[in-house]
């Protein structure tokens, strides 16, 4: 099936001045990578690989030292609610209750009340906060907070789904919970989703495609597709093929920095 | 996933009658000796007293003050609920000037770095200045005059308001901003939608602190720079003499003091709710 690319990386470098070590740290070197609409493509690598630098690029966050980004063949320029980002440190509003935080986005895109209201109430039965409307994050579980921020970004309607380790502070039963839940929402919705993890198991379980980097300077190192059909068994000797092919690459990746 | 979560939210437990009854008299205990204390010292003749006037005698001297006749030949008799107003609308305009000016430039101090820099410097060499050595400026200035007690409140009060401020602002954290930015929120809106919410504990703390202040700025207002008002009764006092209306002054001073106080903290608590099991407020 051909499909259209939506978000193009052409040759992306980034470096930052690291204040500690006081010296400079390329966090992407020269990286290009295609990612076609539609597409579940998790984003794996040593800790300092610059994978979140990525994804800030991609959001709009960060602006590249060189190179391309492109959705939609359109350079982007700045954050916009068509990438709707969902950060591990969940990023809700404490001062707004979880309802609020929802209708955040509809009301600054000066969506009529009338309708704002309906899609916030579909958002919320979709992601199961029925009921918890009213609470604040701060009284919220971790599950909960980040399924807030999932349905905060969902109710925009956004093309790309950019999701930052999302699921790294939550407890492991959770954390199962929220990606099957995910994975279920990728299959209905057919958003084009960026998934940044440090998990293996996790990159394999719901990527169409894991690509692995380097650390220093941030580069792919592999582009590995998963034909695995879902939804994914971890515990399948097909699923562990994969887990143990992708834990080599990142050994690999981790102990000859190039 | 089960989703019944109506009943879990309010943790916080409710004192029982009791439980409250028992707080309240230990909050009375150490008012209460020391008054006694006062009562015996005086009563016992340890002290003479024509230096320490007892707290029934004071009592007294405020009672005329309150609801006594109003009368040319007793200047403070019946006079107290004039000033107590004359005091309150002071407060109140200087206040309403320092906050309103407050958290707007300090919200702006904390968020644009320019404003920083244009700013910053001019507001640390003039808060270093103790608020009291603008009286005789302000009196010149102004002239005996409301205007010289209102300009005093409400630079004073100010400082505190504007520096909380801009701390705050300054701390917004950088991920709220940027998620306000993926929603669709524009760079110019930020600051409304953003910094000012994320920096509202910091701004009633510095209210606060500037409502102490302009308690304190409008009595050394009234004593020094207009008439009327609790601190002029307090200085006419002290100037014939009388111990007791001194006292019935500076008493009548903290209980408004403390109950506007409370009025602030009791809208920082409404206002922050949703800080409500995060802060000790």
Partial sequence: ?258 | MAADFSSASAEVERPTAPERVARLVRRLIVPGAVLAVWQVTVAAGWVPPASLPSPAAVVEAWWVWVAGPVTPLAWYSGTWGLYLLMSLRRVAAGFAVAAAAGVGIGVLIGWYAAMEDLFDGVINFLRAVPMTAWVPFAVFFFGIHESAAVFLIAFGSFFPVVVNTAAGARQTPRILIRAARMLGTGPRKLLVRVVLPAALPAIFTGLRVGLGLAWVLVIVAEMLAVQGGLGYALWSAYQFSRLDLILAAITSVGVLGLASDRLVSATAGRVLRWQRGLTGL
Wanted: charged residues 25%.
């Fill in chain 1, 1 to 258: 099936m051909a499909r259209d690319t939506l978000i193009a990386c052409r040759r992306l470098c980034k470096s930052y001045h690291d204040i500690q070590q006081g010296e400079r740290v390329v966090a992407l070197d020269d990286l290009t990578l295609e990612i076609p609409r539609g597409e579940f493509v998790t984003v794996i690598g040593p800790s300092g690989c610059g994978k979140t630098t990525l994804l800030n690029i991609v959001a709009g966050f960060e602006r590249p030292d060189s190179g391309e980004i492109l959705v939609e063949n359109q350079p982007i320029q700045e954050p916009g609610a068509d990438r709707g980002v969902v950060f591990q440190e969940y990023a809700l509003f404490p001062w707004l209750t979880l309802r609020q935080n929802v209708e955040y986005g509809p009301r600054e895109r000066g969506v009529p009340p009338a309708e704002a209201r309906e899609i916030v109430e579909r958002t919320l039965r979709l992601v199961s906060l029925q009921g918890a409307e009213n609470r604040y994050p701060h009284e919220l579980s971790g599950g909960m907070r980040q399924r807030a921020a999932l349905a905060r970004v969902l109710v925009n309607d956004p093309k790309i789904l950019l999701m930052d380790e999302p699921f790294a502070a939550v407890d492991a039963q959770t954390r199962a919970a929220l990606q099957r839940e995910v994975a279920q929402l990728w299959a209905e919705t057919g958003k084009t989703v960026l998934f940044i993890t440090h998990s293996v198991e996790e990159a394999v379980l719901l990527g169409d495609r894991v690509v692995t980097m380097t650390t220093r300077p941030g580069r792919i190192k592999a582009d590995v597709a998963v034909s695995l059909t879902r939804p994914r068994d971890p515990t399948s000797p097909a699923f562990n093929d994969y887990r143990r092919a992708i834990e080599q690459l990142l050994m690999d990746a981790s102990a000859a920095p190039t």
